[in-house]
């Protein structure tokens, strides 16, 4: 590994106990080296799976031109194998600024300056502009976890990159960079939880019989807004009723019956919004042409109508089979883990925009029109992705979401780990009160 960008490596190590020469560690320039049907089969024994982990997804931010070294994103793939196997691996990217992670450390980057050192390079284990939580360290085992993180700080330390960055990983993640001394980081998400008490009953107007503690699946949208508070459920329903009366309609379409055109309409909704606010759009359309082709399981979109045309969309994906049994011989966990991931189906809120201005369309196409279909579809949970404190009102509720941070400068890992603990303690102060302004009624 001679270059700042990370350049090919492969050796033998002794991991965790493992025999000498068995166990190999590689560096490779691209997800596309690696088998599709390997990589996925390894993200389905996961703990926490998404399908922006899926090989076709990082893939097609490469391919796409959308996650490249000109848009300062530079691939490197960490991986471990056992004669011919991939055991472990974990795709990370060496970036020159801190654009499109959603983790912010825009000022350790500016005290770097502030002392003339250089922040940048750094590398960010982490999937480009996808703010959503889930397994980011690939690996058979947690020892083989473990061991991946060894390798990628050992990868870093050989570059001398500043530091090293996990974001929104999953606690089989934590714990392994936690081995490591990496130091711990939370922000706040806003996640919609697809839980009803049972025998819950109300007319509305703020009764309710509630017989039992335990949860089940709210019936239908209307089902879900009595377990609101009254100020929030008058208030969303207001503007569901805006929209309507302004003779919005919407149209839901799943998969594969999202046809080229509704691609293609989407993508100008989207390209609105970044230029409304005067950026180019991170992803490209060739971006979006990937999603279509060869994921088109893992999306759902909503296509608002206004007299019979198109005027906004917004998309969302969904998890759809990243758990499963496909590798050969798979153990009793894996098939617990792919039993578990069907049960528990997640949705995603990605992205949206407008070609016409409606009052309360962006409430409607990215939070009301998602819920009722997951409500209708038995997913689990859907979140709502980063920051956001107005999706509270729509009954989406603070989570905290994990990073961990290694720091190459012994002075500045005290001075950051000192900081995160400030920070740590402010945010879980952060997090309580927001709590005590559930949208949710109270028992």
């Known amino acids: 590994m001679k270059s700042k960008l990370g350049g090919e490596a492969t050796g033998a190590r002794d991991n965790q106990g493992m025999a000498e020469n068995t166990i190999i560690t590689r ?54 194998w056992e004669q011919g196997e991939l055991l472990a691996a974990c795709p990370l990217y060496i970036k020159t600024h801190s654009y499109g992670e959603y983790v912010f450390d825009w000022a350790w980057a500016r005290a770097y300056e502030q002392h003339g050192l250089p922040y940048y390079p750094k590398a960010v284990l982490a999937v480009p502009f996808t703010p959503a939580p889930g397994s980011r360290l690939l690996a058979r085992t947690q020892a083989l976890r473990v061991a991946l993180v060894q390798a990628i700080q050992e990868w870093a330390e ?13 606690a089989d993640d934590l714990a392994a960079c ?37 949860a089940t699946s709210w019936r239908d949208f209307d089902d879900f807004l009595i377990s609101l508070n009254q100020e929030k459920r008058k208030k969303i329903r207001q503007e569901r ?31 609105r919004t970044y230029l409304e606010h005067g950026n180019a759009p991170y992803l490209s359309p060739a971006f979006f042409e990937a999603m279509a082709g060869d994921m088109p399981e893992n999306w759902v979109m909503f296509v608002a109508e206004h007299e019979g045309q198109a005027i906004a969309s917004s998309l ?31 949705a995603y809120g990605r992205y949206w925009g407008a070609l016409q201005r409606v ?85």
């Not at 596309?32 to 990082?58: G, I, K, V």
């Not at 570059?159 to 999953?170: E, N, R, V």
């Not at 009301?368 to 009954?395: D, L, S, V």
């Open 27 to 80: 560096v490779l320039t691209s997800v596309q080296q690696l088998d599709a049907q390997n990589w996925n089969a390894l993200l389905a024994s996961q703990s926490t799976p998404t399908p922006f982990m899926r090989h076709e997804y990082l893939a097609a931010m490469e391919q796409s031109g959308s996650a490249t070294p000109e848009t300062g994103w530079v691939i490197r793939v960490i991986t471990i």
């Open 316 to 346: 969302i994906a969904v998890s759809a089979g990243e758990a499963n049994t496909s590798a050969s011989n798979p153990s009793t966990n894996d098939v617990n883990k792919a039993q578990a991931a069907i049960n528990n189906r997640v």
């Open 241 to 271: 009723r805006k929209v309507r009366d302004a003779g919005v309609s919407f149209k839901v379409l799943e998969g594969r019956d999202i046809s080229t055109e509704d691609w293609n309409f989407f993508y100008r909704c989207y390209e």
């Open 178 to 214: 936690a081995a490591a001394g990496w130091m711990q980081r939370s922000t706040v998400q806003f996640h919609w939880t697809n839980k009803a008490p049972t025998h819950h009953e109300g007319s509305g107007d703020g009764s309710t019989n509630t017989a039992s503690n335990e």
């Open 359 to 443: 009052d309360s369309l962006h409430f409607e196409a990215c939070y009301y029109q998602p819920i009722e279909w997951c409500i209708a579809n038995g997913i689990t949970r859907f979140e709502g992705g980063a920051q956001g404190e107005h999706k509270m009102a729509r009954a989406l509720l603070p989570i905290e979401t994990p990073s961990a941070h290694w720091v190459a400068h012994p002075a500045f890992a005290d001075a950051i780990a000192r900081f995160l603990q400030r920070e740590g303690e402010g945010m879980a102060d952060y997090v309580q009160d927001l709590k005590t302004h559930s949208p949710l009624r109270k028992a």
């Open 158 to 170: 050989s570059l001398q990159l500043s530091s090293l960055h996990l974001l929104f990983g999953d």
